[in-house]
């Protein structure tokens, strides 16, 4: 029996684990786009370079509407998550249509309650060490530091004194020489957008989104496996 001062471990919430792939991969590819209809071509040449995960943002328009195809068309290459998630129904509809795992800029309780209660898998955003902790508390299966470049890889190690084990995935600002950084630092993975997809999703050159894909996949198999 507790006494009101023990802390009762058995009330801790199970804790959700990162899909296996995106694990592995140790990297996110974020894709922010005006359509959703623009997603299919830079997920393909993203495939073929070696990406293994990616996160579809909830700010391009009918996102979770073309969920469920992309899922059939790239789930067996791809873990695709939905991202900028701000709302419990949102993770809900994502969690039904397939998503692999979620993503939010904030720490919101009512955010990892659906999460827990949909059993998909939730990174939930902060920068400061109080909102960070209550995610990981809460049972996220990481914690999004953003914006990253606000604070530098060495904030792993910074988190890690007061929390040990937290996992940590820095998004905003992240490029190559930033991806690197932040894995040698500990990362569990880290979170790009534009340093990799530059204007793939503006009618760029996909074979130059394959090259710049390659080479954060070259960075973070390196890292891993240094």
Same mark, same amino acid.
Do not use: N
């Given at each position: 029996?507790?006494?009101?001062?023990?802390?009762?471990?058995?009330?801790?919430?199970?804790?959700?684990?990162?899909?296996?792939?995106?694990?592995?991969?140790?990297?996110?590819?974020?894709?922010?786009?005006?359509?959703?209809?623009?997603?299919?071509?830079?997920?393909?040449?993203?495939?073929? &370079?070696?990406?293994?995960?990616? %996160?579809?943002?909830?700010?391009?328009?009918?996102?979770?509407?073309?969920?469920? $195809?992309?899922?059939?068309?790239?789930?067996?290459?791809?873990?695709?998550?939905?991202?900028?998630?701000? %709302?419990? %129904?949102?993770?809900?509809?994502?969690?039904?249509?397939?998503?692999?795992?979620?993503?939010?800029?904030?720490?919101?309780?009512?955010?990892?309650?659906?999460?827990?209660? $949909?059993?998909?898998?939730?990174?939930? #955003?902060?920068?400061?060490?109080?909102?960070?902790?209550?995610?990981?508390?809460? /049972?996220? =299966?990481?914690?999004?530091?953003?914006? &990253?470049?606000?604070?530098? +890889? /060495?904030?792993?190690?910074?988190?890690? #004194?007061?929390?040990? /084990?937290?996992?940590?995935? +820095?998004?905003?600002?992240?490029?190559?020489?930033? =991806?690197?950084?932040?894995?040698?630092?500990?990362?569990? =993975?880290?979170?790009?957008?534009?340093?990799?997809?530059?204007? &793939?999703?503006?009618?760029?050159?996909?074979?130059?989104? =394959?090259?710049?894909?390659?080479?954060?996949? #070259?960075?973070?198999?390196?890292?891993?496996?240094?």
């Amino acid at each position: 029996m507790t006494s009101p001062d023990t802390p009762d471990h058995a009330a801790r919430p199970e804790r959700a684990t990162l899909p296996e792939r995106t694990a592995a991969a140790r990297l996110i590819v974020v894709i922010r786009g005006r359509r959703a209809d623009q997603y299919a071509p830079v997920l393909e040449t993203l495939a073929r &370079a070696g990406i293994r995960s990616v %996160e579809l943002t909830l700010s391009t328009p009918r996102t979770l509407d073309e969920l469920p $195809t992309l899922q059939d068309r790239f789930g067996e290459q791809l873990d695709i998550g939905v991202g900028t998630i701000t %709302e419990p %129904e949102q993770l809900r509809t994502a969690a039904e249509r397939g998503a692999r795992y979620a993503v939010t800029p904030i720490t919101r309780a009512d955010l990892l309650e659906a999460a827990a209660q $949909t059993g998909l898998p939730l990174i939930p #955003g902060g920068l400061t060490p109080s909102e960070l902790h209550a995610g990981w508390a809460a /049972g996220a =299966a990481a914690v999004k530091v953003f914006p &990253a470049s606000v604070v530098g +890889p /060495g904030y792993v190690k910074d988190l890690r #004194g007061p929390f040990p /084990g937290i996992k940590v995935i +820095p998004s905003g600002g992240v490029d190559l020489a930033a =991806a690197e950084a932040w894995l040698q630092a500990g990362a569990e =993975a880290v979170s790009v957008g534009g340093p990799l997809l530059g204007d &793939a999703l503006t009618g760029g050159s996909l074979e130059e989104l =394959a090259d710049r894909a390659a080479r954060f996949v #070259g960075v973070s198999t390196r890292v891993a496996g240094a």
